[in-house]
């Protein structure tokens, strides 16, 4: 299998940092960079998150850079209450000890894919910001990249209103002019990532994992509890699998569509509006996910990582 080579675009985040971890671990994926957005906590702490994690799990080549801290024109809101005001819940990671790359985020992924073109995939787990400054500084982001994943959207109900997803729902100007790009869209929505929960099962098969479970995890896994879901399955991990998708698409059964992105609704912004009839797709929307495949892959490259800093 070709290896795959990977820029991702984060705000971590409890499931960034897991998917960061799922990103770094699989062999037949190569992490290039991580660029940082403000989302759901500051951008100060994610940046710092994503520099601590590089460091904690071992990948000190690869460079971080940092983006924006708020949308292109709303005001700026997070999640803290989901991933705590650090981001990544009760963990506690040791200082990192090496720099920001001296490029900013919009710099560092123009560059990339331009030395790099159609040879690196970009993936966005946070608010597009990052990727529509990067767009309009450059077009050809959109013609350079292998392929463009996001973690955002749905196409039935959001999870920060009614409407919308908080990816989408935090910057949807940034995310109306990424869709619109001269590219496919892969987007990873709530419809499927609500089917990747952390079960009780699912849980006893992360603790299994020896210190790696347990220490981090676990808690990055399980530290989200929806106490108004009476019917709360586990938390998800919603960034996962957008580079999941990335590594193995065929846990995934997926659909095209056009996708639009609504800005100017009173109730509705940043809703991602759906249309899987359209005969001028511009996305591709996975809608059905092979759980029981994902967790024994997800979970057997997490068990990879663990092995390896138990050696």
């Known amino acids: 299998m070709t290896v795959k080579r990977l820029l991702l675009d984060c705000d971590p985040g409890l499931d960034d940092a897991l998917a960061i971890l799922l990103a770094h671990g699989d062999p037949d994926l190569e992490l290039v960079a991580v660029t940082t957005v403000g989302g759901n906590v500051v951008l100060e702490n994610t940046t710092r998150n994503a520099l ?33 005001v650090g981001g990544i819940g009760d963990v506690i990671l040791p200082k990192a000890a090496l720099p920001l790359d001296a490029r900013g985020a919009v710099e560092l992924i123009v560059e990339t894919l331009r030395d790099a073109p159609g040879e690196i995939h970009l993936v966005a787990t946070g608010p597009m ?26 196409f039935t109900r959001g999870n920060t209103t009614p409407a919308a997803e908080f990816n989408i729902y935090a910057d949807p100007e940034a995310a109306a002019e990424v869709f619109a790009a001269d590219w496919q869209v892969v987007m990873v929505g709530l419809d499927l990532t609500l089917q990747a929960l952390v079960t009780d099962t699912v849980k006893g098969r992360m603790l299994a994992l020896g210190p790696l479970g347990r220490d981090l995890v676990v808690p990055l896994a399980t530290f989200w509890n929806d106490p108004q879901d ?82």
């Open 129 to 154: 910001t990052n990727i529509a400054l990067a767009l309009r500084a450059e077009p050809r982001v959109a013609e350079w990249a292998a392929s463009f994943t996001i973690m955002g959207g749905s």
């Open 230 to 311: 009476p019917d709360w399955g586990g938390q998800a991990v919603h960034d996962v699998c957008a580079v999941a998708y990335l590594a193995r698409p065929d846990l995934f059964t997926s659909v095209p569509a056009r996708v639009e992105v609504e800005t100017a609704g009173e109730w509705t912004a940043g809703m991602t509006v759906t249309d899987f009839r359209s005969s001028i797709p511009n996305a591709l929307v996975p809608v059905r996910l092979d759980v029981p495949g994902f967790w024994d892959y997800v979970l057997g490259v997490y068990a990879r990582v663990a092995a390896s800093r138990e050696s």
């Open 52 to 84: 601590e994690l590089r460091e904690y799990l071992g990948f000190p080549d690869v460079p971080v850079a940092s983006g924006a801290a708020g949308p292109l024109v709303r005001e700026t809101k997070n999640a803290a209450e989901v991933h705590g």
